[in-house]
Nanobody
Framework: QVQLAESGGGLVQAGGSLRLSCAAS????????MGWFRQGPGKERGFVAG????????NYADSVKGQFTVSGGNTKNTVDLQMNNLKPEDTAVYYC??????????????????WGQGTQVTVSA
């Protein structure tokens, strides 16, 4: 049992950066595979980045490799997503999710058992 809450979204100009944070209550996030997903206007929810149980492995969607970095294991019990060089196409609601399955299945949003409410990221052209 874990409750998730995202924060850090907002409005940013193209080329700027934001850092999103997924805060957890009830359980340590080290017990879960953690993922970030996003859903842009008129688009399906898609995988962005993930980090394995114990924070030993990371994976990224091809579209954000080299731009986004996911991290965990801090004393605040959060998993963070550093987003650099943002583009208008990155505009979306960003969701944090937890899974009891392997990171190998994280690219499917259906693999996650717990979800936050999302935080809006808007990138202006």
């Amino acid at each position: 049992q874990v409750q998730l809450a995202e924060s850090g979204g907002g409005l940013v100009q193209a080329g700027g950066s934001l850092r999103l944070s997924c805060a957890a209550s009830g359980r340590s996030l080290s017990s879960y595979t953690m993922g970030w997903f996003r859903q842009g206007p008129g688009k399906e929810r898609g995988f962005v980045a993930g980090i394995s149980r114990g924070f030993t492995m990371r994976n990224y969607a091809d579209s954000v490799k080299g731009q986004f970095t996911v991290s965990g294991g801090n004393t605040k019990n959060t998993v963070d997503l550093q987003m650099n060089n943002l583009k208008p196409e990155d505009t979306a609601v960003y969701y944090c999710a937890a899974s009891t399955s392997s990171i190998a299945y994280l690219s499917s949003s259906g693999s996650c058992d717990y979800w936050g409410q999302g935080t809006q990221v808007t990138v202006s052209a």
